[in-house]
């Protein structure tokens, strides 16, 4: 079914095509919950309310951009209002002891290949890797971070680069990347 | 992986990655994406849901072959409208300010409201109409008692709030990191004078009541330097706060009085510091009080040893003349979620048996004997006992009277329930109990050796048993409480009778639960 055909149908509150448009975004629409998500069943709770918003706000959809776009920002927001309803969320968002948290080596799952990366992602801190799926993998600016999760635009900026620290800190010790060679000049090290 | 590795390849690296990444989801969520989109449409589930209750009903009729409870069963049926739900709205209703009116009166106002009150009442017979707005939705106080300066709540205020009323603040509290506060609207007849007096009182009110000063607390001051990075923003907003107001009540200085940023942000700050310590058993457990109106079966069988009696011969059920009899259940427990589909439940319950024997009432009492097991051998043997009634099987009775087989027990019903699906406020349970139970007492009527008399004989009733309780209901979610109702099925585990009875009973109730919980 083409794209125009389910938008059409779904318009129309078709169930044929609202499941064609479902079974075809729906996985990669789960790997972004699930990022966001402390289960894999939470995530599909997401899923779902999400789905339906999406469905329900179809007549919204301006064909202005692509259709995965759309359906993946309401997604996210549905997540981060999930999230937000969850009064653990309010308190780790504003972690002001963030140094102290530290990544023990059972924390790190031991996973190979495809989802390492998004493991890891999911193995930070709620607020660090709330912050980090929505500044360096959703593309949200600080200033919409800030405002999505009623937080200080500074936080956003201190929480991402706390995250990605850390972040950087688990994949290292999983040697999925490696150590950046410090840069050096004729004297030594810069 | 990259060798040499840079920030932004870092970046790249994590979008990249993540945007591979994808799962399939379970058919649940299609399912219900699909019944909350067409809910005149339901998906097959809650087709199967019927027929899963439905099976059991059946199962208990089946297992009677007594045609004439057939209309208590069907009358049990009703539950399926169940399933179909309207989406509630509770937060709205909710939200709604509750507003209680006190008429004039002589009575003095509620004792948690007199410091408020304070000011405006000056002797002790000088009381007055009022009004008590309790918001349910968080607001912003500025420092005065105009009511244009109440937020959230001003379509109420406007149709209590009469020209020179009195606008009070008499309660605030903080709930999820918000303020909320009582507002009470007093008619008084010398408006400036009052009016005056109790822009202090309010300000005093909403923030000395709880006798802490959140400037001195560190943990206050890191989160003020949190929100506030500036850092002198808050103390500043305190100080106006604490500040005598008698600027902002100076003619022309009404725009002063709005709640500024610096304020918003200050108590903002303060909810958050003072918020209360979450206690992880608080909204995980309830408290549940129910009752089963139940069907009671029994099934008869016998253990003989050593003697060629009737009793060794067929089925027994076939020899007598048995109807099910209406009993009961009800209790009290405690439900506490051990995970987000499972609970794990105990309490204490009382329960009712009955069951009916159909019988003839003999016109004199006659000798007869009931068959008995010797506790050392495992023989049987009969012991002699007399009898006023007689078997009517196959027989017309002269005189008819109905025998009950009557139990009274205290149980400890410990299992748990687990949730099978969930949409909106509804939710599907399954569960199981275990149900150590004393029996307290009740009648028992045996079968004599010969099958022709029933022997009272309460005694033979053992006083420790041990029921299971399978169930599944659904639970509505109405406001704070949860209702719950669902077919139960409760099977007795050992005979009715002590050891020594050779007669083994075995009885069962079907019944509907009615189930209120409430979290703490």
Same mark, same amino acid.
């Given at each position: 079914?083409?794209?125009?055909?389910?938008?059409?149908?779904?318009?129309?509150?078709?169930?044929?095509?609202?499941?064609?448009?479902?079974?075809?975004?729906?996985?990669?629409?789960?790997?972004?919950?699930?990022?966001?998500?402390?289960?894999?069943?939470?995530?599909?709770?997401?899923?779902?309310?999400?789905?339906?918003?999406?469905?329900?706000?179809?007549?919204?959809?301006?064909?202005? #951009?692509?259709?995965?776009?759309?359906?993946?920002?309401?997604?996210?927001?549905?997540?981060?209002?999930?999230?937000?309803?969850?009064?653990?969320?309010?308190?780790?968002?504003?972690?002001?002891?963030?140094?102290?948290?530290?990544?023990?080596?059972?924390?790190?799952?031991?996973?190979?290949?495809?989802?390492?990366?998004?493991?890891?992602?999911?193995?930070?801190?709620?607020?660090?890797?709330?912050?980090?799926?929505?500044?360096?993998?959703?593309?949200?600016?600080?200033?919409?971070?800030?405002?999505?999760?009623?937080?200080?635009?500074?936080?956003?900026?201190?929480?991402?680069?706390?995250?990605?620290?850390?972040?950087?800190?688990?994949?290292?010790?999983?040697?999925?990347?490696?150590?950046?060679?410090?840069?050096?000049?004729?004297?030594?090290?810069? | 992986?990259?060798?040499?590795?840079?920030?932004?390849?870092?970046?790249?690296?994590?979008?990249?990655?993540?945007?591979?990444?994808?799962?399939?989801?379970?058919?649940?969520?299609?399912?219900?994406?699909?019944?909350?989109?067409?809910?005149?449409?339901?998906?097959?589930?809650?087709?199967?849901?019927?027929?899963?209750?439905?099976?059991?009903?059946?199962?208990?009729?089946?297992?009677?072959?007594?045609?004439?409870?057939?209309?208590?069963?069907?009358?049990?049926?009703?539950?399926?409208?169940?399933?179909?739900?309207?989406?509630?709205?509770?937060?709205?209703?909710?939200?709604?300010?509750?507003?209680?009116?006190?008429?004039?009166?002589?009575?003095?106002?509620?004792?948690?409201? +007199?410091?408020?009150?304070?000011?405006?009442?000056?002797?002790?017979?000088?009381?007055?109409?009022?009004?008590?707005?309790?918001?349910?939705?968080?607001?912003?106080?500025?420092?005065?008692?105009?009511?244009?300066?109440?937020?959230?709540?001003?379509?109420?205020?406007?149709?209590?709030?009469?020209?020179?009323?009195?606008?009070?603040?008499?309660?605030?509290?903080?709930?999820?990191?918000?303020?909320?506060?009582?507002?009470?609207?007093?008619?008084?007849? +010398?408006?400036?004078?009052?009016?005056?007096?109790?822009?202090?009182?309010?300000?005093? +009110?909403?923030?000395?009541?709880?006798?802490?000063?959140?400037?001195?607390?560190?943990?206050?001051?890191?989160?003020?330097?949190?929100?506030?990075?500036?850092?002198?923003?808050?103390?500043?907003?305190?100080?106006?706060?604490?500040?005598?107001?008698?600027?902002?009540?100076?003619?022309?200085?009404?725009?002063?009085?709005?709640?500024?940023?610096?304020?918003?942000?200050?108590?903002?700050?303060?909810?958050?510091?003072?918020?209360?310590?979450?206690?992880?058993?608080?909204?995980?457990?309830?408290?549940?009080?129910?009752?089963?109106?139940?069907? +009671?079966?029994?099934?008869?069988?016998?253990?003989?040893?050593?003697?060629?009696?009737?009793?060794?011969? #067929?089925?027994?059920?076939?020899?007598?003349?048995?109807?099910?009899?209406?009993?009961?259940?009800?209790?009290?427990?405690?439900?506490?979620?051990?995970?987000?589909?499972?609970?794990?439940?105990?309490?204490?319950?009382?329960?009712?048996?009955?069951?009916?024997?159909?019988?003839?009432?003999?016109?004199?009492?006659?000798?007869?004997?009931?068959?008995?097991?010797?506790?050392?051998?495992?023989?049987?043997?009969?012991?002699?006992?007399?009898?006023?009634?007689?078997?009517?099987?196959?027989?017309?009775?002269?005189?008819?009277?109905?025998?009950?087989?009557?139990?009274?027990?205290?149980?400890?019903?410990?299992?748990?329930?687990?949730?099978?699906?969930?949409?909106?406020?509804?939710?599907?349970?399954?569960?199981?109990?275990?149900?150590?139970?004393?029996?307290?007492?009740?009648?028992?009527?045996?079968?004599?050796?010969?099958?022709?008399?029933?022997?009272?004989?309460?005694?033979?009733?053992?006083?420790?048993?041990?029921?299971?309780?399978?169930?599944?209901?659904?639970?509505?979610?109405?406001?704070?409480?949860?209702?719950?109702?669902?077919?139960?099925?409760?099977?007795?585990?050992?005979?009715?009778?002590?050891?020594?009875?050779?007669?083994?009973?075995?009885?069962?109730?079907? #019944?509907?639960?009615?189930?209120?919980?409430?979290?703490?």
């Amino acid at each position: 079914m083409t794209e125009e055909l389910m938008l059409s149908g779904c318009l129309r509150n078709n169930a044929t095509a609202q499941e064609a448009l479902y079974n075809r975004f729906s996985p990669r629409m789960l790997g972004v919950c699930y990022r966001f998500a402390k289960n894999r069943e939470d995530a599909e709770d997401m899923l779902q309310e999400g789905f339906i918003k999406v469905f329900s706000q179809m007549h919204q959809y301006r064909n202005e #951009g692509a259709l995965e776009g759309w359906i993946r920002r309401i997604v996210v927001h549905t997540c981060i209002n999930i999230l937000k309803k969850n009064k653990k969320f309010s308190d780790s968002i504003d972690i002001t002891n963030a140094h102290s948290i530290h990544i023990r080596e059972e924390m790190i799952p031991s996973i190979m290949q495809a989802k390492q990366v998004v493991e890891c992602i999911r193995s930070l801190p709620l607020g660090y890797k709330t912050v980090l799926n929505l500044y360096a993998i959703e593309g949200y600016s600080h200033k919409e971070i800030a405002f999505m999760l009623d937080i200080e635009e500074s936080t956003s900026r201190s929480q991402y680069t706390r995250a990605k620290s850390m972040l950087e800190e688990i994949l290292i010790r999983k040697k999925i990347i490696q150590k950046p060679k410090k840069k050096t000049n004729f004297f030594g090290a810069v | 992986m990259e060798n040499e590795f840079y920030t932004d390849e870092f970046e790249q690296l994590l979008k990249e990655k993540a945007d591979q990444f994808s799962m399939y989801p379970s058919k649940r969520v299609w399912h219900s994406i699909y019944n909350n989109l067409h809910p005149s449409r339901r998906w097959p589930s809650v087709v199967i849901s019927l027929f899963f209750i439905s099976s059991l009903i059946l199962i208990g009729y089946l297992n009677t072959g007594e045609n004439s409870i057939t209309r208590q069963i069907n009358s049990n049926s009703n539950i399926s409208t169940s399933f179909v739900s309207e989406k509630a709205s509770p937060e709205k209703i909710s939200r709604k300010p509750e507003v209680v009116t006190y008429s004039k009166t002589t009575q003095q106002p509620e004792l948690q409201y +007199n410091n408020a009150f304070a000011d405006v009442i000056t002797n002790e017979t000088d009381f007055y109409a009022y009004t008590v707005v309790k918001s349910n939705m968080p607001v912003y106080l500025s420092a005065t008692t105009a009511s244009t300066d109440i937020k959230t709540i001003p379509e109420t205020l406007e149709t209590i709030n009469n020209p020179g009323d009195i606008v009070q603040t008499v309660n605030t509290y903080i709930r999820s990191n918000q303020i909320f506060a009582d507002i009470a609207v007093i008619n008084k007849k +010398n408006k400036t004078t009052i009016a005056k007096s109790s822009v202090n009182s309010n300000t005093e +009110n909403m923030i000395v009541s709880n006798n802490t000063d959140p400037v001195k607390s560190p943990a206050a001051d890191e989160a003020n330097t949190l929100l506030n990075p500036a850092g002198n923003q808050t103390n500043t907003g305190l100080a106006k706060l604490n500040a005598p107001k008698e600027n902002a009540d100076a003619p022309g200085n009404e725009d002063k009085r709005a709640v500024t940023n610096e304020e918003k942000a200050w108590m903002e700050n303060y909810a958050f510091q003072n918020k209360p310590v979450a206690k992880k058993w608080k909204g995980r457990l309830g408290y549940q009080v129910y009752v089963t109106p139940a069907v +009671n079966y029994r099934k008869l069988t016998t253990k003989v040893k050593g003697s060629a009696t009737p009793f060794a011969q #067929g089925d027994i059920n076939h020899s007598i003349s048995q109807k099910p009899g209406f009993g009961f259940e009800a209790g009290v427990g405690l439900n506490y979620a051990v995970a987000k589909r499972l609970l794990v439940k105990a309490g204490v319950q009382f329960n009712y048996t009955n069951y009916n024997i159909a019988a003839d009432r003999a016109t004199h009492p006659i000798t007869t004997t009931i068959l008995l097991n010797d506790p050392a051998t495992g023989y049987s043997y009969s012991s002699a006992r007399t009898s006023t009634t007689s078997n009517t099987f196959n027989a017309a009775p002269a005189r008819p009277v109905t025998l009950h087989n009557r139990t009274y027990q205290v149980s400890l019903p410990v299992g748990f329930g687990y949730k099978l699906s969930s949409q909106d406020n509804v939710e599907w349970f399954a569960g199981a109990t275990l149900q150590p139970s004393y029996y307290f007492g009740g009648k028992a009527h045996l079968i004599s050796t010969d099958l022709k008399s029933y022997v009272s004989d309460p005694s033979s009733i053992s006083s420790w048993n041990l029921n299971v309780g399978i169930e599944t209901y659904m639970n509505f979610k109405l406001g704070t409480y949860n209702f719950q109702v669902g077919p139960q099925v409760r099977y007795q585990v050992n005979s009715t009778y002590k050891r020594d009875v050779a007669l083994i009973e075995k009885p069962y109730a079907i #019944g509907l639960k009615f189930g209120l919980t409430k979290g703490f």
